[in-house]
């Protein structure tokens, strides 16, 4: 198997020095997750320094650790395999930096107020279906996980997906100049994280930093259909953008998605891709998904890999743990209760996508439809207001019963008729007991909030009801993404 860093590479890489010859598979910051082979990288964090661990790492089988030279100077045991550097977080960059520098993969910079995490593993997906991939685990996508992620990318490989993460101005400028997209794409700009700014413009150009880093002749593909497009366009071509290219429902955007219908557990999607007639089943239920399988086709056109065998991959998407995940549990005496784990995270936008799916699915005989939602955090001082709105939409999803957490929620169960207020809590673990005695046979449930609301614990006490003769097994699956 071809080493992703030597010894000498590494060194070369960060201008550092090793102490011994090693060849590492795997590169890791915390000493938690190293597995044998791995290079692990000791930050000083603002609340952890790594360096601490350097011990735990190697004694887990890391090949080597790269530390800080006042750090090695001090230390006693002259055989550590260690390279040492000035700074290690300066140090992570430039090898990440380097893997950059040492191939020719066509990488594209995903980003967005809702749907990037989805988005990014539907693209990095299809394009593993065609060619070497390598691609941003989870969502490390911050300052620490964009540099490890782009660190443990294989020089010989074809394509690469990242995700890019912000909450505040100016994070993604570095970000994006680190990477160098090839394809920088915007999923949408929306209400989220409004307590870090004033306005949804500022979020917009926030988001629009993903374009500092393109290369000479990229490309930024856009929502047509999200009001700030032009802005964004705008943008894009100013930093640079050789080509700015949409998608969406309207009918001048250069990938659209032209009609879409719940098909099983998973969607049926039509769609003109460069002109052409496309249509293609996507593994998860809801107009949400069918639009990541427009951005994933128009991404996999514009990065140079087959559209129709790109198509043909979507089937086998499936949504995360916490991003609509479905779980089918087993009743005695009546049909299963379906639950959508939706715990992840949660914004307006996502929200509506998470009740429009749940309106569109039929219960069980005798079921409902049930919410089951936390409070959207960092939506500064227009919160409550934008929690209260999503009474319309559950009315008119024909959602029978709501309970919900959180002193925002609050605002919304009280904006409710009263025949849909099932119960309010003050933090999530007070709905277990209501929700617990209200479900049964046939009812489907949508558990939804921010991470923060803590909303996870209630789809395990859900999925615990199972009959003892039955089980909790998961289904095909949808996710509005990240909040």
């Given at each position: 198997?071809?080493?992703?860093?030597?010894?000498?590479?590494?060194?070369?890489?960060?201008?550092?020095?090793?102490?011994?010859?090693?060849?590492?598979?795997?590169?890791?910051?915390?000493?938690?997750?190293?597995?044998?082979?791995?290079?692990?990288?000791?930050?000083?964090?603002?609340?952890?320094?790594?360096?601490?661990?350097?011990?735990?790492?190697?004694?887990?089988?890391?090949?080597?650790?790269?530390?800080?030279?006042?750090?090695?100077?001090?230390?006693?045991?002259?055989?550590?395999?260690?390279?040492?550097?000035?700074?290690?977080?300066?140090?992570?960059?430039?090898?990440?930096?380097?893997?950059?520098?040492?191939?020719?993969?066509?990488?594209?910079?995903?980003?967005?107020?809702?749907?990037?995490?989805?988005?990014?593993?539907?693209?990095?997906?299809?394009?593993?279906?065609?060619?070497?991939?390598?691609?941003?685990?989870?969502n490390l996508n911050n300052q620490w996980g964009l540099p490890l992620s782009l660190a443990r990318m294989p020089a010989r490989s074809d394509f690469g997906v990242f995700e890019l993460g912000m909450n505040h101005p100016?994070?993604?400028?570095?970000?994006?100049?680190?990477?160098?997209?090839?394809?920088?794409?915007?999923?949408?700009?929306?209400?989220?994280?409004?307590?870090?700014?004033?306005?949804?413009?500022?979020?917009?150009?926030?988001?629009?930093?993903?374009?500092?880093?393109?290369?000479?002749?990229?490309?930024?593909?856009?929502?047509?259909?999200?009001?700030?497009?032009?802005?964004?366009?705008?943008?894009?071509?100013?930093?640079?953008?050789?080509?700015?290219?949409?998608?969406?429902?309207?009918?001048?955007?250069?990938?659209?998605?032209?009609?879409?219908?719940?098909?099983?557990?998973?969607?049926?999607?039509?769609?003109?891709?460069?002109?052409?007639?496309?249509?293609?089943?996507?593994?998860?239920?809801?107009?949400?998904?069918?639009?990541?399988?427009?951005?994933?086709?128009?991404?996999?056109?514009?990065?140079?890999?087959?559209?129709?065998?790109?198509?043909?991959?979507?089937?086998?998407?499936?949504?995360?743990?916490?991003?609509?995940?479905?779980?089918?549990?087993?009743?005695?005496?009546?049909a299963p209760l379906i639950v959508i784990d939706e715990s992840y995270n949660a914004s307006p936008a996502s929200m509506r996508a998470a009740i429009s799916v749940l309106g569109a699915m039929e219960p069980g005989p005798?079921?409902?439809?049930?919410?089951?939602?936390?409070?959207?955090?960092?939506?500064?001082?227009?919160?409550?207001?934008?929690?209260?709105?999503?009474?319309?939409?559950?009315?008119?999803?024909?959602?029978?019963?709501?309970?919900?957490?959180?002193?925002?929620?609050?605002?919304?169960?009280?904006?409710?008729?009263?025949?849909?207020?099932?119960?309010?809590?003050?933090?999530?673990?007070?709905?277990?007991?209501?929700?617990?005695?209200?479900?049964?046979?046939?009812?489907?449930?949508?558990?939804?909030?921010?991470?923060?609301?803590?909303?996870?614990?209630?789809?395990?006490?859900?999925?615990?009801?199972?009959?003892?003769?039955?089980?909790?097994?998961?289904?095909?699956?949808?996710?509005?993404?990240?909040?």
């Amino acid at each position: 198997m071809t080493a992703l860093w030597t010894a000498k590479e590494a060194a070369g890489a960060v201008r550092g020095r090793s102490t011994q010859d090693w060849s590492a598979s795997g590169v890791s910051i915390d000493s938690r997750s190293v597995v044998p082979g791995d290079l692990f990288v000791a930050i000083r964090g603002p609340n952890v320094n790594g360096h601490r661990f350097v011990g735990e790492a190697l004694s887990k089988g890391a090949v080597a650790a790269m530390v800080e030279s006042d750090w090695a100077g001090a230390q006693s045991e002259p055989d550590l395999s260690l390279l040492i550097v000035e700074d290690t977080m300066a140090g992570l960059n430039a090898l990440a930096r380097a893997a950059r520098d040492r191939g020719s993969a066509r990488i594209a910079a995903v980003t967005g107020s809702v749907g990037k995490t989805s988005t990014k593993d539907a693209l990095a997906h299809a394009l593993a279906a065609q060619g070497r991939t390598a691609a941003t685990l989870g969502n490390l996508n911050n300052q620490w996980g964009l540099p490890l992620s782009l660190a443990r990318m294989p020089a010989r490989s074809d394509f690469g997906v990242f995700e890019l993460g912000m909450n505040h101005p100016g994070e993604l400028t570095p970000l994006s100049r680190l990477l160098r997209p090839d394809l920088a794409i915007i999923t949408a700009v929306e209400s989220v994280h409004l307590e870090f700014f004033d306005s949804e413009e500022a979020i917009a150009d926030a988001k629009a930093e993903i374009f500092a880093g393109l290369v000479a002749d990229g490309a930024a593909l856009l929502n047509a259909d999200n009001r700030h497009f032009d802005r964004l366009r705008r943008a894009a071509l100013e930093a640079g953008a050789g080509r700015v290219l949409s998608f969406g429902e309207t009918p001048d955007a250069d990938y659209r998605l032209l009609a879409w219908s719940i098909s099983g557990g998973g969607s049926r999607v039509e769609a003109a891709i460069d002109g052409q007639q496309v249509a293609f089943d996507i593994g998860a239920p809801g107009r949400h998904w069918a639009m990541i399988g427009v951005i994933v086709l128009g991404a996999a056109a514009l990065l140079g890999a087959d559209v129709a065998r790109a198509a043909d991959s979507l089937a086998a998407v499936r949504a995360p743990k916490g991003r609509g995940l479905h779980h089918r549990v087993a009743l005695a005496g009546g049909a299963p209760l379906i639950v959508i784990d939706e715990s992840y995270n949660a914004s307006p936008a996502s929200m509506r996508a998470a009740i429009s799916v749940l309106g569109a699915m039929e219960p069980g005989p005798g079921g409902r439809r049930i919410a089951v939602l936390g409070d959207m955090l960092e939506l500064g001082e227009d919160s409550g207001a934008l929690h209260a709105a999503l009474a319309a939409d559950l009315e008119a999803q024909g959602v029978d019963l709501v309970f919900a957490a959180g002193p925002d929620m609050a605002r919304l169960f009280e904006a409710l008729p009263a025949s849909m207020r099932g119960a309010h809590a003050a933090q999530s673990e007070g709905l277990t007991d209501p929700l617990m005695a209200a479900v049964g046979p046939g009812d489907i449930v949508t558990v939804k909030g921010s991470l923060g609301s803590r909303m996870a614990p209630l789809v395990d006490a859900l999925r615990a009801l199972a009959d003892e003769d039955g089980n909790g097994g998961e289904m095909r699956s949808a996710a509005s993404g990240r909040g």
